[in-house]
């Protein structure tokens, strides 16, 4: 998979920008980390949100598992199929398993993502 | 930490490993889901080698097990096993444990890894007046659970014993590879299996595990960690010591009022217990759904009629029967099937009932 126009967190979230908006999943290795998910608590549609805060659940098998949203903004918009299929996350966790869109208010929070590469090595370290 | 004789295996299959209680042991390997399921559909292996072997010896043996022991001892023969609980002088547990009649001077007990201290100080000291030796062989011995469907066939690979032969809850002596082995037909997994009991050095218990997960390919068998185990026994409403079962709820209120046998005589626990059964219990536990999204957890707050009565005791999202599921104690007059309560997730009311175990239970 092509990742060049996706970036990520520490917390492996990642971002995909759509002008001044914001998409975000988790990746690939959080997925995987998890493992069979079962259940998501989506953010509220309106809400807004500050870098770093949890704003989602995801409940696997395993454990419930806190995301944080890595960049501040109003959430715009939310993956409302993941209510029926939350298994998109481990199946698609770049396309269909995408969990919100936020209106991103600080693009200087940006600067803090790494890109894929980097990424690859950070996970390395882990 | 301390490692089994198979340590160096999980390494080499992919093992996650974890600490269990000072242990240095796989929590899964493929996945827990996976591994659960393979274990419903034809199977898996454990290295269980963390568990506490016990032996009981000498001419009284027979009534100091009965002594400490709530079920019925003298019902075994040789070769037959039980599960019973180790109660304390309030009839609550110090453990469950299995027993395994040798001979009628021999006795194994077969106890959780994390009260293998505690309960050989118990032991010890409360079989003392029978004049038995009390032997702690943990050490000794690897034991790995093969578990599923398929465990018969993948273990008559392995053994010239007449494994196939062998009923549930009996066990045989015989040879697993060139190892002399215990070869017990039992598990925790609420599927047909075996563990087997072995003395053998690091290289040859790992070696035989590898060939194990090699030979169980074919046959759908995979390595299963930790956590499937953890899922799959709550799944067949098997208790588990510290979750919910423990030194302060009786063997009654835990529901398992089929290993309480009060006429066989006396034993650590009875006057109590006989007073419970006489007067009632006023909590029990129970095993339950969520009827709205969410997954139970372990520690959750329970509340009962909008007050807070208890915690759950064990929760999951079962993997094969794909529902939230746990277990919990609740006052007797709401434990009935459909009974509805509220478990508090992320301080949320998520709606509960009360419905029939085990969860999931194999069909042959």
């Given at each position: 998979?092509?990742?060049?126009?996706?970036?990520?967190?520490?917390?492996?979230?990642w971002?995909k920008?759509?002008?001044?908006?914001?998409?975000?999943?988790?990746?690939?290795?959080?997925?995987?980390?998890?493992?069979?998910?079962?259940?998501?608590?989506?953010?509220?549609?309106?809400?807004?949100?500050?870098?770093?805060?949890?704003?989602?659940?995801?409940?696997?098998?395993?454990?419930v598992?806190?995301?944080?949203?890595?960049l501040?903004?109003?959430?715009?918009?939310?993956?409302?199929?993941?209510?029926?299929?939350?298994?998109n996350?481990?199946t698609?966790?770049?396309?269909?398993?995408?969990?919100?869109?936020?209106?991103?208010?600080?693009?200087?929070?940006?600067?803090?993502?790494?890109?894929?590469?980097?990424?690859?090595?950070?996970?390395?370290?882990i | 930490?301390?490692?089994?004789?198979?340590?160096?295996?999980?390494?080499?299959?992919?093992?996650?490993?974890?600490?269990?209680?000072?242990?240095?042991?796989?929590?899964?390997?493929?996945?827990?889901?996976?591994?659960?399921?393979?274990?419903?559909?034809?199977?898996?292996?454990?290295?269980?080698?963390?568990?506490?072997?016990?032996?009981?010896?000498?001419?009284?043996?027979?009534?100091?097990?009965?002594y400490?022991?709530?079920?019925?001892?003298s019902?075994?023969?040789?070769?037959?096993?039980?599960?019973?609980?180790?109660?304390?002088?309030?009839?609550?547990?110090?453990?469950?444990?299995?027993?395994?009649?040798?001979?009628?001077?021999?006795?194994?007990?077969?106890?959780?890894?994390?009260?293998?201290?505690?309960?050989?100080?118990?032991?010890?000291s409360?079989?003392?007046?029978?004049?038995?030796?009390?032997?702690n062989?943990?050490?000794?011995?690897?034991?790995?659970?093969?578990?599923?469907?398929?465990?018969?066939?993948?273990?008559?690979?392995?053994?010239?014993?007449?494994?196939?032969?062998?009923?549930y809850?009996?066990?045989?002596?015989?040879?697993?590879?060139?190892?002399?082995?215990?070869?017990?037909?039992?598990?925790?997994?609420?599927?047909?299996g075996?563990?087997?009991?072995?003395?053998?050095?690091?290289?040859?218990?790992?070696?035989?595990?590898?060939?194990?997960?090699?030979?169980?390919?074919?046959?759908?068998?995979?390595?299963?960690?930790?956590?499937?185990r953890?899922?799959l026994?709550?799944?067949?409403k098997?208790?588990?010591?510290?979750n919910?079962?423990?030194?302060?709820?009786?063997?009654?209120?835990?529901?398992?009022?089929?290993?309480?046998?009060?006429?066989?005589?006396?034993?650590?626990?009875?006057?109590?217990?006989?007073?419970?059964?006489?007067?009632?219990?006023?909590r029990?536990?129970?095993?339950?759904?969520?009827?709205?999204?969410?997954?139970?957890?372990?520690?959750?707050?329970v509340?009962?009629?909008?007050?807070?009565?208890?915690?759950?005791?064990?929760g999951?999202?079962?993997?094969?029967?794909?529902k939230?599921?746990?277990?919990?104690?609740?006052p007797?007059?709401?434990?009935?099937?459909?009974?509805?309560?509220?478990?508090?997730?992320?301080?949320?009311?998520?709606?509960?009932?009360?419905?029939?175990t085990?969860?999931?239970?194999?069909?042959?």
């Open positions: 998979m092509d990742l060049k126009n996706y970036k990520f967190s520490k917390d492996h979230e971002v920008l759509e002008d001044d908006m914001a998409v975000i999943g988790v990746s690939d290795y959080a997925q995987k980390e998890m493992g069979d998910v079962v259940y998501i608590e989506l953010p509220e549609t309106g809400s807004s949100f500050s870098e770093g805060d949890t704003c989602s659940n995801i409940e696997s098998v395993k454990a598992n806190d995301i944080f949203t890595p501040s903004g109003e959430v715009v918009e939310v993956n409302t199929s993941l209510e029926d299929t939350p298994e996350i481990n698609d966790p770049y396309g269909s398993g995408w969990i919100f869109k936020i209106k991103i208010s600080d693009s200087a929070e940006l600067t803090d993502l790494l890109d894929a590469d980097q990424y690859e090595e950070y996970l390395k370290g | 930490m301390k490692k089994t004789t198979i340590n160096s295996a999980h390494y080499h299959l992919g093992g996650k490993m974890i600490d269990f209680f000072g242990w240095d042991l796989p929590v899964q390997y493929s996945g827990l889901s996976e591994e659960h399921n393979a274990v419903r559909t034809n199977g898996g292996i454990f290295d269980v080698s963390h568990m506490g072997e016990i032996f009981i010896k000498g001419d009284s043996a027979l009534d100091a097990v009965q400490i022991t709530s079920n019925n001892i019902k075994l023969k040789p070769g037959k096993i039980l599960y019973t609980a180790l109660p304390n002088e309030k009839g609550c547990f110090i453990d469950d444990m299995l027993v395994y009649m040798i001979t009628d001077k021999e006795y194994l007990l077969v106890v959780n890894a994390a009260n293998l201290e505690k309960d050989f100080k118990w032991i010890s409360k079989v003392e007046r029978f004049g038995v030796s009390t032997e062989r943990s050490d000794e011995y690897t034991q790995i659970a093969i578990q599923g469907p398929n465990a018969e066939k993948l273990l008559t690979q392995f053994t010239n014993d007449k494994i196939t032969e062998l009923k809850y009996y066990f045989l002596m015989g040879k697993v590879g060139n190892i002399d082995a215990i070869i017990s037909r039992t598990g925790y997994t609420g599927e047909d075996f563990e087997i009991y072995f003395k053998s050095d690091e290289k040859t218990a790992s070696d035989l595990f590898i060939d194990l997960a090699e030979k169980g390919k074919d046959l759908g068998i995979i390595p299963a960690g930790l956590g499937a953890d899922t026994r709550l799944e067949s098997m208790a588990l010591y510290g919910d079962i423990d030194d302060s709820h009786t063997i009654l209120e835990a529901d398992l009022g089929w290993i309480l046998k009060l006429k066989k005589g006396d034993f650590i626990g009875r006057e109590p217990l006989l007073k419970q059964k006489e007067e009632g219990i006023s029990k536990l129970v095993g339950f759904e969520l009827t709205e999204k969410g997954v139970p957890r372990h520690g959750y707050k509340f009962v009629d909008g007050k807070h009565y208890s915690e759950v005791t064990s999951t999202f079962a993997p094969f029967i794909r939230p599921i746990g277990l919990v104690y609740l007797l007059e709401h434990s009935e099937i459909g009974s509805k309560f509220h478990v508090e997730i992320r301080g949320k009311q998520v709606e509960a009932k009360v419905v029939e085990p969860f999931y239970k194999r069909s042959s």
